[in-house]
C-alpha cells in the first residue's frame, strides 16, 4: 500500500519499487509506472496500484482418483502480474486517494483465479489415474499437468498474470485408506526386521559355536600339553631316580670300598698289636725265666698286693716270720 500525506489540499503519493502507479486526471494517463512519488489533487485524481513482485498461492483441494479414492492435493503456485496495465484494465486495482486502500480485492479475485485453474487441470489427471499410481507418480503428473495448464491459460493472458512456479507439496489418501496402504509396506518392512533378527541370531549362534569350538580347541590343547608335561615330569622323576640310584649305588660301593679299606686296616693292626704283644709277652717270658724264684714270688706279691683290697692292719704270726727269716738268712745257693 502507498504512503499518502495531506498537505494544503493536496496529496503526496510514494509507492513501493514493488508496486507499478497508474494516476489518470480528467481521463488522461499522468503517472505510469513503479516506485513513483507524486503530488495530486483527490478530487481530480485516478489512482491504481498493481504489485509487480512474485506472490505466492497456496492451495488445498480433494480429487477422485481412477479407481474412486478420495485424494488431497496440497500445492503452492508462484506468480506475478507480467502487464500491469492490463491487469489495471481487466480489475479493480484502484485505491482510495485519501487513504491509498483498495476499492476492491484484486488479489483475492486472482487466489480465485488460479485455484480454480490448477484444481480443474490436477483433477483431470487425477480421474484417469489409480489410487496405487497416483502416489506413485502423481505428484510429477500433476505438477507437470497444472503448470502447462496455468502456462496455457487463456484468461491468465487476458489479465496480465505470469505464472512464475508450481510446486505440489502434497499427495494425500484419506486417513483409513492411507492407514491400509501402509499396512503391507509395514508388514514387509518387519518381516525384513524380523529377518534381520533371525539372521542376527543366527550369526551370533555360529560365533557363539565358534567360540566354544575355539574354547574346546583350547582346552584340548591344554590337555595335550598337561599329557605332555605329565609325560615329561614322568621322565624327569624316572631320570632323577636312575641318577639318584647311581649316586647310591656309587656312594654303596665307596662306602663298601672304605669299610674293606678300615677292616684291612684294623685287621692289619690287629696283627701288628698281636704281633707286638707276643714279641711283649715272650720278652716278658724271657725276662721271667732268667729271674730267680724267690725275685719272681716277691714280684708276685707285688702285684697281688697291686690288685687286692687295702689292708688296714696285717698280723704276722711268729711261726710265718720265723719261717721267712730263715729263708731270707740262708745263702743264695741254698735257697734254690
Not at 285 to 294: F, G
Request: aromatic fraction near 4%; charge should be negative; include cysteine.
Amino acid at each position: 500500500m502507498a504512503d499518502i500525506i495531506r498537505r494544503f489540499g493536496w496529496r503526496h503519493l510514494r509507492s513501493a519499487p514493488t508496486a507499478h502507479v497508474r494516476h489518470h486526471r480528467r481521463g488522461k494517463l499522468v503517472h505510469d509506472g513503479p516506485g513513483l512519488s507524486f503530488w495530486y489533487r483527490a478530487l481530480t485524481a485516478a489512482l491504481c496500484e498493481i504489485p509487480v513482485d512474485d506472490r505466492e498461492e497456496s492451495m488445498a483441494f480433494h480429487a477422485r482418483t481412477a479407481d474412486f479414492q478420495d485424494v488431497t492435493v496440497q500445492a503452492t503456485v508462484t506468480y506475478r502480474i507480467g502487464e500491469p496495465s492490463t491487469a489495471a484494465s481487466r480489475l479493480d486495482f484502484s485505491v482510495d486517494p485519501d487513504t491509498g486502500v483498495w476499492r476492491g480485492a484484486p488479489l483475492e479475485q486472482i487466489s480465485t483465479l488460479l485455484t480454480e485453474t490448477a484444481q480443474q487441470h490436477a483433477l483431470d489427471v487425477l480421474a484417469r489415474t489409480p489410487l496405487a499410481a497416483a502416489l506413485t507418480d502423481g505428484v510429477a503428473a500433476v505438477r507437470e499437468r497444472m503448470s502447462d495448464g496455468l502456462a496455457g491459460e487463456p484468461r491468465l493472458a487476458a489479465t496480465g498474470i505470469a505464472v512464475v512456479a508450481v510446486r505440489v507439496v502434497a499427495l494425500r489418501p484419506e486417513p483409513e485408506v492411507e492407514r491400509a496402504l501402509r499396512t503391507p509396506a509395514r508388514e514387509q518392512i518387519q518381516q525384513e526386521a524380523d529377518r534381520a533378527t533371525y539372521e542376527r541370531r543366527a550369526v551370533a549362534v555360529e560365533r557363539e559355536l565358534a567360540i566354544a569350538e575355539n574354547e574346546l580347541a583350547s582346552k584340548i590343547e591344554l590337555a595335550r600339553r598337561e599329557e605332555q608335561l605329565v609325560e615329561q615330569r614322568g621322565t624327569n622323576a624316572r631320570r632323577e631316580a636312575e641318577e639318584t640310584a647311581a649316586a647310591d649305588g656309587v656312594r654303596a660301593a665307596a662306602e663298601a670300598a672304605r669299610t674293606v679299606r678300615l677292616a684291612t686296616a684294623e685287621a692289619e693292626a690287629a696283627r701288628e698289636v698281636g704281633d707286638a704283644r707276643a714279641h711283649a709277652q715272650a720278652a716278658w717270658l724271657r725276662v721271667h725265666a732268667e729271674v730267680d724264684a724267690s725275685t719272681l714270688h716277691a714280684l708276685t706279691g707285688a702285684r697281688l698286693a697291686e690288685n687286692l683290697p687295702r689292708i688296714g692292719s696285717l698280723t704276722v704270726s711268729p711261726d710265718v716270720l720265723t719261717g721267712l727269716l730263715a729263708k731270707l738268712g740262708r745263702p743264695q745257693g741254698e735257697q734254690e
